[in-house]
Every structure is written in structure tokens, then in C-alpha cells.
């Protein structure tokens, strides 16, 4: 066998290999089926500043019974759409028995994403309590930081655009 002939299969054997990891990276990068884009990066990005878990201030309003702990997330291809969770522990007034964690997820269009907040163009925000009670504002307190630090993808299908633009597409849920 020439040397040119074994160098051609070679080539060809490693072009197998990189196909293979290729298909393998793209069956464990998105282990839980979240929508990614044209080149297979997934649509939100998780803001790493502060390790990824920031203090989530008072978004909880009455029910909020401790600090709450956010999470954010940038649109790749959309700069200024952004995704925020906090996790909080909940208590009712009029139901104070059962502490319950809930998120708080916030859709934000904004014209600086250095400064979110001072350059909102339009906000929205969505409520869930999280399955489980737990005994104490501690224990909940616990498990609203554990919650932060375990969202570690964003699978909104929200892509920020605002009602009133043409290529409008449904609203977060």
C-alpha cells in the first residue's frame, strides 16, 4: 500500500471519528430536549455572573417570606430578551400553614442588557408554586437556593418579541 493511499485512509477514518462526536455531542448537550437553534446552541443562555445564582430581591410581594434566589437567562440570537427566575419561600396570610417555594419567572425586553431593569421596554412575570410544603421558612429558604442552583437550562418558547410588532409570536405562558 503507498504511503498516499494509507495517509487518504487515515484521513478518512478520523472524518469518521469526528462525525461520531459530533453525533454523540449532540445527543448528550441537550440531555433534556431544550429548543436550540440553527447550529444546535440552545436559545437561552444561562448568566454566569455571580456563579450563576444572584440574589432575587422582593419579587414575591406579601407571600415572599424570605430572600429569594434568581436565575438568568439571555436570548442568543435576540440581545436585550432576557429570562429571570427567582425561587422564594411562600407563605399565604390567610393560609399560613402550608411554606411552600414558588418561581417567579420574569420576561424582559430591554434596550441595555448591562442594565436590565433601568431599560426595560416590557415586562411580564409568571407565578408557580413548586410541588411540596415544608416545615419551616428555613427549609424552604433551603430548597428555593437548591431549586437556583439546579436551573440550569431555560426552555421558554418565548423569543421576546413584543405584541405589537409584526413578527409577533405567542407571549410567554
Given at each position: 500500500?503507498?504511503?498516499?493511499?494509507?495517509l487518504?485512509?487515515?484521513?478518512?477514518?478520523?472524518?469518521?471519528?469526528?462525525?461520531?462526536?459530533?453525533?454523540?455531542?449532540?445527543?448528550?448537550?441537550?440531555?433534556?430536549?431544550?429548543?436550540?437553534?440553527?447550529?444546535s446552541?440552545?436559545?437561552?443562555?444561562?448568566?454566569?455572573?455571580?456563579g450563576?445564582?444572584?440574589?432575587?430581591?422582593?419579587?414575591?410581594?406579601?407571600?415572599?417570606?424570605?430572600?429569594?434566589?434568581?436565575?438568568?437567562?439571555?436570548?442568543?440570537?435576540?440581545?436585550?430578551?432576557?429570562?429571570?427566575?427567582?425561587?422564594?419561600?411562600?407563605?399565604?396570610?390567610?393560609?399560613?400553614?402550608?411554606?411552600?417555594?414558588?418561581?417567579?419567572?420574569?420576561?424582559?425586553?430591554?434596550?441595555?442588557?448591562?442594565?436590565?431593569?433601568?431599560?426595560?421596554?416590557?415586562?411580564?412575570?409568571?407565578?408557580?408554586?413548586?410541588?411540596?410544603?415544608?416545615?419551616?421558612?428555613?427549609?424552604?429558604?433551603?430548597?428555593?437556593?437548591?431549586?437556583?442552583?439546579?436551573?440550569l437550562?431555560?426552555?421558554?418558547?418565548?423569543?421576546?418579541?413584543?405584541?405589537?410588532?409584526?413578527?409577533?409570536?405567542?407571549?410567554?405562558?
Open positions: 500500500m503507498s504511503a498516499v493511499r494509507q487518504a485512509q487515515a484521513i478518512l477514518g478520523l472524518g469518521e471519528v469526528g462525525g461520531v462526536v459530533r453525533l454523540l455531542h449532540g445527543a448528550t448537550s441537550n440531555p433534556q430536549g431544550q429548543d436550540v437553534g440553527h447550529d446552541e440552545p436559545i437561552w443562555v444561562r448568566d454566569q455572573q455571580g450563576g445564582v444572584l440574589p432575587g430581591g422582593d419579587v414575591g410581594g406579601d407571600r415572599q417570606a424570605s430572600e429569594s434566589f434568581s436565575v438568568r437567562f439571555h436570548h442568543r440570537d435576540h440581545p436585550g430578551v432576557l429570562v429571570t427566575c427567582c425561587y422564594y419561600a411562600a407563605v399565604d396570610d390567610e393560609n399560613p400553614a402550608p411554606i411552600t417555594v414558588e418561581r417567579e419567572t420574569e420576561y424582559l425586553v430591554c434596550t441595555d442588557p448591562a442594565d436590565p431593569g433601568g431599560s426595560e421596554v416590557r415586562p411580564a412575570c409568571h407565578y408557580t408554586t413548586l410541588p411540596g410544603s415544608y416545615s419551616s421558612i428555613q427549609a424552604a429558604t433551603d430548597a428555593a437556593n437548591q431549586a437556583a442552583q439546579a436551573h437550562t431555560c426552555e421558554e418558547p418565548w423569543a421576546g418579541r413584543p405584541p405589537w410588532t409584526p413578527e409577533h409570536q405567542e407571549g410567554p405562558r
